[in-house]
T-cell receptor, first 114, second 114 residues
Framework: EAQVTQNPRYLITVTGKKLTVTCSQN?????MSWYRQDPGLGLRQIYY???????DKGDVPEGYKVSRKEKRNFPLILESPSPNQTSLYFC?????????????FGSGTQLSVL | DQQVKQNSPSLSVQEGRISILNCDYT??????FLWYKKYPAEGPTFLIS?????DKNEDGRFTVFLNKSAKHLSLHIVPSQPGDSAVYFC?????????????FGPGTSLSVIP
């Protein structure tokens, strides 16, 4: 089944403890992206990748890192999480980098930073 | 300042009636618009899109109307069904420009009452 898989679904952590949220897609998509969803703000882009080893900042990149060493995987790394990073996170991918290409989203990761 | 606005955070409609979800944008460079639907505990899924060269696009019960002069689009669902209860995100992009990103609105939560 074609899908974007994120893990974990739920994560509770404490301030400063490094964490990684994994994302994998099995559709051979070029483009991958991370979003966070906050009430009243919609989906805001954190980082995106147009291909292997090509990543760039989105609108809210502070406090996050990403890597794209393989086409299928795009992990999100929080080196020193803070409470303002408590949010619902979504990984997404699309076949090409064109902005009119529809995005396929993972099921989300609810992160709480205490 | 939000470039894509959905001014109704929530909407309730009787089953069988029409649901109209509205979206306004401020950036005149936007020329492609997408609607995504999100159920609780799931990621958003693509619903329907429209290019700025059109003023209407239809897919079954879903129709999107675009009024470029007013920088306004709307999603019509006819007839509404209880399974349509979800959060709907409007998104906009500018193809073929240096502004190569998709901007999401804050979402409208639709409840269809049986």
């Amino acid at each position: 089944e074609a899908q974007v898989t994120q893990n974990p679904r739920y994560l509770i952590t404490v301030t400063g403890k490094k964490l990684t949220v994994t994302c994998s897609q099995n559709m051979n998509h070029e483009y991958m992206s991370w979003y966070r969803q906050d009430p009243g703000l919609g989906l805001r882009q954190i980082y995106y990748s147009m291909n292997v080893e090509v990543t760039d900042k989105g609108d809210v990149p502070e406090g996050y890192k990403v890597s794209r060493k393989e086409k299928r995987n795009f992990p999100l790394i929080l080196e020193s999480p803070s409470p303002n990073q408590t949010s619902l996170y979504f990984c997404a991918s699309s076949l090409t980098v064109a902005t009119n290409e529809k995005l396929f989203f993972g099921s989300g990761t609810q992160l709480s930073v205490l | 300042d939000q470039q894509v606005k959905q001014n109704s955070p929530s909407l309730s409609v009787q089953e069988g009636r029409i649901s109209i979800l509205n979206c306004d944008y401020t950036n005149s460079m936007f020329d492609y618009f997408l609607w995504y639907k999100k159920y609780p505990a799931e990621g958003p899924t693509f619903l329907i899109s429209i290019s700025s060269i059109k003023d209407k696009n239809e897919d079954g019960r879903f129709t999107v109307f675009l009024n470029k002069s007013a920088k306004h689009l709307s999603l019509h669902i006819v007839p509404s069904q209880p399974g349509d209860s979800a959060v709907y995100f409007c998104a906009a992009s500018a193809m073929g420009t240096s502004y190569d990103k998709v901007i999401f609105g804050p979402g409208t939560s639709l409840s269809v009452i049986p």
